[in-house]
T-cell receptor, first 119, second 117 residues
Framework: GAVVSQHPSWVICKSGTSVKIECRSL??????MFWYRQFPKQSLMLMAT?????????EQGVEKDKFLINHASLTLSTLTVTSAHPEDSSFYIC???????????????FGPGTRLTVL | AQTVTQSQPEMSVQEAETVTLSCTYD???????LFWYKQPPSRQMILVIR??????QNATENRFSVNFQKAAKSFSLKISDSQLGDAAMYFC??????????????FGTGTLLAVQP
């Protein structure tokens, strides 16, 4: 099956610094990538949707200047948490969707997640 | 807007027994997809089963099957012969059929399944 990787798997940073998380589709081209945030024992909260070569679409309440998303290629998307603060500590999950013959068949595959801890 | 509701925050089942996880959803669309995802302690999201709304036949994947009731907007997951490895958080999710690759998955709040040996 299709594989999505995330790097790093966990990161600890100091308050005020920026952290970049990479999401790669390893064996397929991802026309669309999604970034989620998940708190312990809660559901996934969609932060933004990105398409290759265009600006990301952010969900209501998500600060686009704080969570910078770049979908540079059909296999790579990055999420940069700028000026991170302890409240940004969370589990971040990316997901990639391959377009297979239109809206009927495209599957969505998830990365293993990145645990961010801001001190 | 579509919503997905999972009314069972936690469930428990004995090993080798059968358990059913509930999911209801609300939509005005007639064509859509429904999914069950498993999130084990590793937190890797794994697709368990998928159902297309236009298909009347319930989807089945080995020990996992669904009871899809379109009129009632119900989509329950049955796990037969439960195994210790089935212990995980299970999320029900909805996705519209139209709109292409940017369609969002709408997740329920999840059901934490414990499997007792």
């Amino acid at each position: 099956g299709a594989v999505v990787s995330q790097h790093p798997s966990w990161v600890i940073c100091k308050s005020g610094t920026s952290v970049k998380i990479e999401c790669r589709s390893l064996d397929f081209q991802a026309t669309t990538m999604f970034w989620y945030r998940q708190f312990p024992k809660q559901s996934l909260m969609l932060m933004a949707t990105s398409n290759e070569g265009s600006k990301a679409t952010y969900e209501q309440g998500v600060e686009k200047d704080k969570f910078l998303i770049n979908h540079a290629s059909l296999t790579l998307s990055t999420l940069t948490v700028t000026s991170a603060h302890p409240e940004d500590s969370s589990f971040y999950i990316c997901s990639a969707r391959a377009l297979l013959g239109g809206s009927g068949g495209n599957e969505q595959f998830f990365g293993p997640g990145t645990r961010l801890t801001v001190l | 807007a579509q919503t997905v509701t999972q009314s069972q925050p936690e469930m428990s089942v004995q090993e080798a027994e059968t358990v059913t996880l509930s999911c209801t959803y609300d939509t005005s669309e007639s064509d859509y997809y429904l999914f069950w995802y498993k999130q084990p302690p590793s937190r890797q999201m794994i697709l368990v089963i998928r159902q297309e709304a236009y298909k009347q036949q319930n989807a089945t994947e080995n020990r996992f099957s669904v009871n899809f009731q379109k009129a009632a907007k119900s989509f329950s997951l049955k796990i037969s012969d439960s195994q210790l490895g089935d212990a995980a958080m299970y999320f029900c999710a909805y996705r519209s059929f139209y709109g292409g690759a940017t369609n969002k998955l709408i997740f329920g709040t999840g059901t934490l399944l414990a499997v007792q040996p």
